[in-house]
């Protein structure tokens, strides 16, 4: 077909159109992650494979509606998470894996499926919902939605506990793969490293497997350590950071304060100070840094996740100069932050 003139005003109907279905497209890369297609894609060494082979493989159902797969798989295409390959000879089309397809893989870390799930899960969706009527009259959507803080529907709901410890688990798989050969040498000096807000201890357990002369403490809220697998290294410590922090040479924040607001934040860090040595001890903060730039890949991620915040927590992401404030009021004047091809950020920050 001919192509038409497009002015500025049909590109920008084009724009909010695509805006407006977005929210498709994340749900039909949750309905491939929850049928495993790129797992199964994968299972066949990786080459591309048919709709049929597709559909044969999936499991738990006993009249698989392929049209609808085939629907599906052309949207996912045609966002590059698979690629289509169309035989000259009119044989079936060959459906295959991308470099985007590869991060939601449940049977290959590092993995972005369990994140994924969560994210479009209905009740992280529902607290979303609710953002015109949070920007007229305050408050929280998760608390709106559900009637309580996120931290206690997570305790009450063991389903909703597992799937947010397995996203942030996957998350921890990511970040660890690009921090620990980033921050080798910054462990040299630390005897004891405490994880506050350290989850299952899926952070700690990698650092202290790189670094055997660290002594790890990972310490959450109670109900998150009791799921927390062994390790004769790790320590697990159930309590409250807003209350106290272990002692240790120095503290891991791996995505704990971009949770808080900076009043909280301040608090946390307070109490992170009074845990370290004066002269010798640091934090380790790892947490997203914005740029607030086009030029960086991870810029967009990193807004729309400021959103989350907003809505699940009352925290936020902040830029160099917002970290600056809340660090000097914690008590650490003194900081220095490196860029990882990642999200997120090491900001190391000193008390004298």
Known sequence: MEAIQVDESVRGQAEILQHISAYVTS????????????????????????LSQIASAITGSSCLNVSYLARIMRLLVYKNIFTAHHPSDGGETLYGLT????????????????????????????????LSQ?????????????????????????????LFNDAMSSSADILMGVFLPAYKDGFSGIRSLVDVGGGIGTTLSEIVKSHPHI???????????????????????????????????????????????????IKI???????????????IILD??????????????????????????????????????????????????TKLAAKESIIEAFPK
């Open 288 to 337: 997203v840094v914005l740029e607030l730039q086009d030029n960086n890949i991870f810029e967009e991620s990193r807004i729309a996740l400021d959103l989350g915040m907003m809505m699940f927590t009352g925290g936020k992401e902040r830029t160099e100069a917002e970290w600056k404030n809340v660090l000097k009021k914690g008590g650490f004047p003194r900081y220095r932050i």
């Open 215 to 265: 002594r790890g403490i990972n310490f959450d809220l109670p109900h998150v350590i009791a799921t927390a697998p062994f390790n004769e290294r790790v320590t697990h410590i159930g309590g409250d950071m807003l209350e106290a922090v272990p002692t240790g040479d120095a503290i891991l924040l791996k995505a704990v304060l971009h949770i808080w607001t900076d009043e909280v934040c």
């Open 27 to 50: 749900m039909a890369l949750k309905c491939a992650v929850d049928l495993r297609i790129a797992d199964i894609i994968h299972s066949h060494g990786g080459g591309p494979i048919t």
């Open 99 to 130: 470099s985007s397809s590869k991060w939601i893989l449940w049977d290959s870390k590092p993995s972005l499926a369990p994140y994924l799930v969560l994210q479009n899960e209905q009740s992280t969706i529902a607290s979303l919902l609710c």
């Open 134 to 162: 949070c920007v007229k009259d305050g408050g929280l959507g998760f608390d709106k939605v559900h009637g309580c803080k996120i931290w206690e529907f997570t305790s009450a709901n063991p389903e909703f506990n597992k």
């Open 269 to 283: 860090l307070s109490n992170c100070r009074k845990a370290i040595p004066e002269d010798s001890g640091k934090i």
